[in-house]
């Protein structure tokens, strides 16, 4: 502010210094018309009054010239000082991904769309009403609404929000050819055929670098973009993550400290339900999509090849849809009681670089292996005065099933690897105590026959 009003100072002393030039030019130069000559006898100032009129017109005319001159170049800085973002549109497809995508050479922070993926649930507007009220920028942050199934209600829902999202539709609203022993799986074969198409507008055709995917029954917390946006860098930078998500799948508030809303974690799990990719990982994913199950296959060994997520402690998600194609299935044990994250933790002032795969490795392993070993049965008691983290070990599948169940959490396995697990190790709250459900120290590896 200082600045600008030295800068509109200097502005109004070269306006009058200019002015004043003008005003002793036109004083000095020769008068414009012919005066009669003085009668004999009549001194010669008689005809001053008329030349300093002339003097006044010349003058006055200029001025206004050089005043009309200002007021355009004021006005013209106060309206780039004003200028606002445009509402938010799809880029063509002609558009440079530089100028649009992550990878753009600029100060400013990078663009990230948020995919919404909607069918048949008008309820999207509790999904986009979240999603508007939270994003700190309509630039930064576009919202697109990919639409399958050609219902009618909820494409008028979507329609209602004009430009503040982009609405566009599936062109093929037929069923897919599936094989006779998966008809009743018909929905399921349409998402993945829905995703494909979707992703590939938003790397393929509006060239995105990044883009966070979302589904229409998902609710977002307050700082769910500034968790992205935090995290994004890591995932550009270090080859061993693949995606980050904001989901734990055993995000359960009983099994949660709300209190530490700023914890994140490593897992080999692929958990989706809000989650960030590259425009490279679409690169290798593409072509090998699938026709269905899309995020079971996402967690085989083939597509994962060792890499891992970025998963919060508090979720910044919860899904609010159960019914779908899944037909409900987990969301009366487990979905409708995860916690959403209500307290806004400023992620990109935060160091997060202890998330890089080395620094993670050394001081996680080291503080869940130095955690005391604990049976079951001591940890469902009270919890006493030593409330420090303690290691509840499994030594096989049934093992970690039995305990998974025995304290609430997720016992499903998908090649092998658990739900939020890194390394085998699922981390957890029980009675206020920080719990580590780990394999032996040896371990060397996930199991596929697990599952």
Request: glycine share 6%; proline share 8%.
């Amino acid at each position: 502010m200082l600045k600008k009003s030295s800068l509109a100072l200097l502005g109004a002393v070269l306006f009058l210094l200019w002015n004043g030039l003008l005003l002793l030019f036109l004083w000095s130069r020769p008068v414009p018309f012919p005066l009669p000559p003085n009668p004999p006898g009549a001194e010669s100032s008689r005809h001053l009054p008329a030349q300093l009129l002339q003097l006044a017109q010349d003058a006055e005319t200029e001025l206004r010239r050089q005043r009309d001159l200002l007021l355009q170049i004021q006005r013209s800085a106060l309206r780039r000082r004003q200028k606002t973002p445009k509402p938010p549109q799809i880029p063509s497809s002609s558009s440079s991904s530089s100028s649009l995508g992550v990878g753009a050479a600029t100060a400013e922070p990078p663009v990230i769309p948020v995919l919404v993926l909607a069918c048949d649930r008008s309820s999207v507007r509790r999904c986009l009403d979240k999603l508007l009220r939270y994003r700190p920028s309509a630039r930064r942050f576009p919202v697109i609404v990919s639409q399958d199934c050609g219902h009618a209600e909820t494409a008028r829902v979507i329609s209602s929000y004009g430009p503040a999202v982009a609405h566009i539709r599936h062109p093929d609203l037929g069923d897919v050819p599936v094989p006779p022993e998966h008809r009743k799986f018909q929905g399921y074969y349409r998402i993945s055929r829905h995703y494909r198409w979707a992703l590939s507008q938003v790397f393929r055709r509006f060239r995105y670098g990044a883009a966070i995917v979302v589904e229409d029954d998902l609710e977002v917390a307050p700082d769910f973009f500034e968790y992205f946006q935090a995290v994004l860098p890591l995932l550009k930078a270090d080859p061993s993550l693949w995606c980050a998500s904001a989901w734990n799948d055993n995000g359960k508030e009983a099994l949660v400290e709300p209190g530490r809303a700023e914890l994140l974690y490593r897992t080999d799990f692929f958990p989706g339900l809000g989650w960030l990719l590259l425009a490279e990982l679409w690169d290798e994913l593409e072509a090998k999509w699938p026709p269905a199950f899309w995020d079971d296959w996402m967690r085989q060994p083939e597509q994962r090849r060792g890499r891992s997520c970025i998963r919060p402690e508090v979720s910044r998600t919860v899904t609010f849809g159960r019914k779908g194609v899944s037909h409900g299935q987990f969301f009366d044990q487990y979905l409708k009681f995860i916690k959403l994250n209500d307290r806004f933790v400023p992620f990109t002032q935060l160091d997060l670089s202890y998330l890089k795969k080395e620094e993670y490795e050394r001081f996680f392993l080291q503080q869940v292996y130095s955690a005391p070993e604990i049976a079951a049965e001591e940890l469902q008691k009270e919890a006493g005065e030593d409330s420090g983290p303690v290691r509840l070990q499994y030594r096989g599948r049934d093992s970690f099933k039995a305990l998974a169940k025995t304290f609430g959490l997720m016992d499903d396995l998908k090649s092998g690897v658990p739900r939020a697990g890194y390394r085998g190790i699922v981390s957890f709250v029980c009675r206020g105590r920080r719990v580590f459900l780990a394999p032996p120290s040896d371990w060397t590896g996930y199991d596929p026959s697990w599952s």
